[in-house]
C-alpha cells in the first residue's frame, strides 16, 4: 500500500518562505518521477514542479519559476519543494504525486494546505 506523509504547509505572510516534504512509502521511490501539483479554490489541480529519475530534471511552471526549487532524497522516500518570495496566488492546496516512469501511473497524497496572507 502506497503511503504519503506530507508536511510543511501553514500560513506565510506574503514574500516568506516555506518547506514542503513529502515521504513515500509503499514504493520504489527511486523509479518514480516526483511532482507537486497545486489546486487553489475554484481552480482546477495544475503541476508546479516535477524532479524526474534518475538524471535528476526538473521542471517548473512558468507562475513558480526563480521562487520554487524541488528536490529528492532517495535514500529517504522525500521530495522537497522549497517555496520562496511566496504570494498571495500560491494559496493552494499542494499535492504530492508519485508517476511510474514506465507506465504514467499515479499515486497521491492528501494534500497540505499554504495560504499566503498578511
Known amino acids: 500500500q502506497v503511503q504519503f506523509v506530507e508536511s510543511g504547509g501553514g500560513l506565510v505572510q506574503p514574500g516568506g518562505s516555506l518547506r514542503l516534504s513529502c515521504v513515500v512509502s509503499g514504493l520504489t521511490f527511486s523509479r518514480y518521477i516526483m511532482n507537486w501539483y497545486r489546486q487553489a479554490p475554484g481552480k482546477e489541480r495544475e503541476l508546479v514542479a516535477t524532479?524526474?529519475?534518475?538524471?535528476?530534471?526538473?521542471y517548473f511552471a512558468d507562475s513558480v519559476k526563480g521562487r520554487f526549487t524541488i528536490s529528492r532524497d532517495n535514500p529517504r522516500n522525500t521530495v522537497y519543494l522549497q517555496m520562496n518570495s511566496l504570494k498571495p496566488e500560491d494559496t493552494a492546496v499542494y499535492y504530492c504525486?508519485?508517476?511510474?516512469?514506465?507506465?504514467?501511473?499515479?499515486?497521491w497524497g492528501k494534500g497540505t494546505l499554504v495560504t499566503v496572507s498578511s
Open positions: 504525486n508519485a508517476r511510474s516512469s514506465w507506465d504514467y501511473v499515479d499515486y
Open positions: 524532479v524526474t529519475t534518475p538524471f535528476l530534471s526538473t
